[in-house]
């Protein structure tokens, strides 16, 4: 009977740093800038600060996200009538 053993995985792990921190390796300056501007996008951190930037009445934001789900109905009806 052979015995079968499982490969060992030389890579390198990059640790996760905690919050929006990149490390720089080898001097790479443009590619650690590249991680960070993902990681900025994909937490949605521009959006927040947008928000965040004058006061809304909590009037406005809900006329604000009723007209937001309208739009997003609207072009999910196009796209089915697209389909067919």
């Given at each position: 009977?052979?015995?079968?053993?499982?490969?060992k995985n030389n890579r390198k792990k990059r640790e996760e740093l905690p919050g929006l921190q990149v490390k720089?390796?080898?001097?790479n300056v443009e590619?650690?800038?590249k991680v960070f501007k993902k990681k900025v996008k994909n937490s949605n951190l521009m959006l927040q600060l947008r928000e965040k930037a004058y006061f809304e009445k909590p009037s406005d934001k809900r006329r604000r996200k009723k007209n937001l789900a309208k739009l997003r109905q609207k072009h999910?009806?196009?796209?089915?009538?697209?389909?067919?």
């Open positions: 009977m052979k015995k079968h053993y499982r490969k720089v390796f080898n001097n590619g650690a800038l999910s009806q196009n796209k089915v009538q697209k389909n067919y």
